[in-house]
């Protein structure tokens, strides 16, 4: 089945650009209709959709983010990444990748999750 | 976009059945049937429970049902059970083409 592993640096400074890649097994990024999302969760909150992008490439980015976010798809390595910049503290949290499904609202699998950490 | 509104919190005892509720706005919940559920037990990845308003995902337990009236969407978890303590949130699809979530709901199985 479908598995998805979020990778990246645990600590990024401040200002700096926040760069994780989630890498895809059991599947191909290129078939299907799918959306390639990501959603991160500052610890003790709740979960904040940060945005998608389409396996022909089309994104979709949260208003609040939408001027610092990037993403993009690597179809010779089946992966896709997301690009943050002019991070501070409040980018804090864990970073989780997931598979969105075109025609429905259904969201999974996710990746396990990686904690990224802004700090000086 | 604003978040979803889900209570902070609801309780129940085993073999009880809970409701949570998810309020959103004629642009996301009541313009689209794209709602879903999320279980989230403490550090772990947040779980797909219900898609589609009312749909369940293979192995997801026939204890747990969504529906929709209007703007505002509902969970039911029926029979609880211990495993079901967890931090629940919905989202949802809206008209600018971007998702919500609602804030989060920790039920408490007494």
């Known amino acids: 089945q479908v598995q998805l592993q979020e990778s990246g640096p645990g600590l990024v400074k401040p200002s700096q650009t926040l760069s994780l890649t989630c890498t895809v097994s059991?599947?191909?990024?290129?078939?299907?209709?799918?959306?390639w999302s990501w959603i991160r969760q500052p610890a003790g909150k709740g979960l904040e959709w940060i945005g998608r992008?389409?396996?022909?490439?089309?994104?979709n980015f949260n208003p609040s983010l939408k001027s610092r976010v990037n993403m993009s798809l690597d179809t010779s390595r089946n992966r896709f990444s997301l690009n943050l910049s002019s991070v501070t503290a409040a980018d804090t949290a864990v970073y989780y990748c997931?598979?969105?499904?075109?025609?429905?609202?259904?969201?999974?699998?996710w990746g396990q999750g990686t904690l990224v950490t802004v700090s000086s | 976009q604003s978040a979803l509104t889900q209570p902070a919190s609801v309780s129940g005892s085993p073999g009880q059945s809970i409701t949570i509720s998810c309020i959103g706005s004629?642009?996301?919940?009541?313009?689209?049937?794209?709602v879903s559920w999320f279980q989230q037990h403490p550090g772990k990845a947040p779980k797909l429970t219900i898609y589609?308003?009312?749909n369940r995902p293979s192995g997801v337990s026939n204890r747990f049902s969504g529906s929709k009236s209007g703007n505002t969407a509902s969970l039911t978890i029926s029979g609880l059970q211990a495993d079901d303590e967890a931090d629940y949130y919905c989202?949802?699809?809206?008209?600018?083409?971007?998702?919500?979530f609602g804030g989060g709901t920790k039920l408490t199985v007494l």
């Open positions: 997931a598979r969105e499904d075109y025609a429905s609202s259904s969201v999974d699998p």
């Open positions: 059991g599947g191909s990024i290129s078939s299907g209709s799918y959306y």
């Open positions: 992008i389409h396996t022909r490439g089309s994104t």
């Open positions: 004629s642009s996301d919940i009541g313009g689209y049937n794209f």
């Open positions: 589609d308003v009312s």
């Open positions: 989202s949802a699809h809206t008209s600018s083409s971007t998702w919500v």
